[in-house]
């Protein structure tokens, strides 16, 4: 195992810069996921620590070996591709050997590491298979054994679920992070889903447009959003944002909504007096009651656990979830209060959230 470290780590495509000097700490045995809307730059990097991509500027440490230079299979990774990429005409059994069978690797040695990952992956009834005769999921689970009979010292993930069906999803996500927690190898994990980021990561990095917006663990991303770009990437239903003006009078501080509609403002939040702001507050965190925001309903969808209800405010789409059930008719009028310490301001030019 080893750690990762990213120290202003640049990549351009020509002349066009993809990421701009990157900075990430991967400590050892950790399982970091980078994750950001499509073209962010997530892949890329994941990439270069891979050494399949050159890097324009700055350094990647592996351990304490710089790798800028190293080709790939110098770098003591596994990469787990989104498609697989199993070989077709060689069994489950010869392309989890593949690797080791061409570093010439003696077959008592290969055995024993094919049969350990299969065991681990429940691969044994499906070694002697191709990979036409398995499932989604079951190539994923080859391509990963794959992987784990290298030993090596960084796992690296690119998507690796993005071709399969929600529910079998769901399972992968829980197969991946217990396997981690049985080999502990430093793992990067990269996806475009947040719910992804937030069930696997020990630590999460937000990317956009080639920068770190946020890095921490899952819930310090939910609770301290840095910004509102990554309060409304983290969390699903996405965070619920009304533009107002923050209004302090008689020591209180309120933010008014350009309907006239005045919130208390989040506890512990900064900002001056007239200034522009978000008001930033989650479905799950707002309640029915007699005053707050005015909201009418537009579509209800029971799930049975949970009731969501999307809103409009004054032409602001709204959602709102509640562990109760209710039956509105779609143009109700309802007032949605805000958990206060759960909510938060952001700067209306910056988007960075103000902090007392």
């Known amino acids: 195992?080893?750690?990762?470290?990213?120290q202003g780590v640049k990549k351009n495509f020509g002349d066009v810069p993809i990421l701009h000097g990157v900075d990430i700490d991967i400590q050892d045995g950790s399982f970091t996921v980078l994750v950001g809307p499509s073209g962010c730059?997530?892949?890329t990097l994941l990439r270069m620590i891979a050494g399949l991509e050159q890097i324009n500027g700055g350094e990647i440490?592996?351990?304490e070996r710089r790798v800028n230079d190293l080709p790939p299979k110098e770098r003591d990774i596994a990469m787990v591709f989104q498609n697989y990429a199993l070989y077709p005409h060689m069994t489950v059994r010869d392309n989890m050997a593949f690797s080791l069978a061409l570093a010439k690797t003696d077959k008592a040695t290969i055995d024993t590491k094919v049969q350990r990952a299969a065991e681990i992956l429940a691969l044994v009834p499906l070694l002697d298979r191709y990979p036409r005769q398995l499932s989604g999921g079951q190539r994923q689970?080859?391509?990963m054994g794959r992987a784990i009979v290298r030993d090596p010292q960084v796992f690296l993930f690119d998507e690796p679920l993005s071709n399969l069906d929600a529910k079998l999803r769901v399972a992968m996500r829980s197969e991946i992070k217990e396997l981690h927690q049985r080999l502990k190898t430093t793992s990067v994990y990269v996806t475009h889903d947040q719910i992804e980021a937030m069930t696997m990561g020990d630590k999460i990095v937000v990317m956009r447009d080639g920068r770190i917006e946020q890095t921490g663990s899952p819930l310090e991303l939910y609770d301290r959003p840095a910004n509102q770009f990554v309060a409304g990437f983290i969390g699903s239903p996405a965070m619920n944002f009304l533009p107002g003006t923050l209004r302090h009078a008689g020591g209180a501080a309120e933010v008014e909504l350009r309907d006239g509609t005045r919130l208390p403002a989040p506890v512990g939040s900064g900002g001056h007096d007239g200034q522009s702001v978000v008001y930033g507050t989650r479905p799950e965190h707002?309640?029915?009651g007699d005053t707050g925001i005015p909201s009418k309903v537009a579509v209800l969808e029971p799930t049975g656990m949970d009731t969501f209800?999307?809103?409009r405010h004054e032409g602001t789409e709204l959602s709102a979830v509640f562990r109760e059930r209710h039956d509105f008719a779609p143009g109700t009028l309802i007032h949605l209060q805000p958990d206060?310490?759960?909510a938060h301001l952001f700067d209306a030019g910056t988007g960075q959230r103000l902090v007392a």
């Open 309 to 311: 209800v999307a809103c």
């Open 61 to 63: 440490r592996i351990g």
């Open 1 to 6: 195992m080893a750690s990762v470290t990213i």
């Open 286 to 288: 707002l309640t029915l």
């Open 41 to 43: 730059g997530k892949s």
């Open 340 to 342: 206060l310490a759960r």
């Open 141 to 143: 689970r080859v391509a």
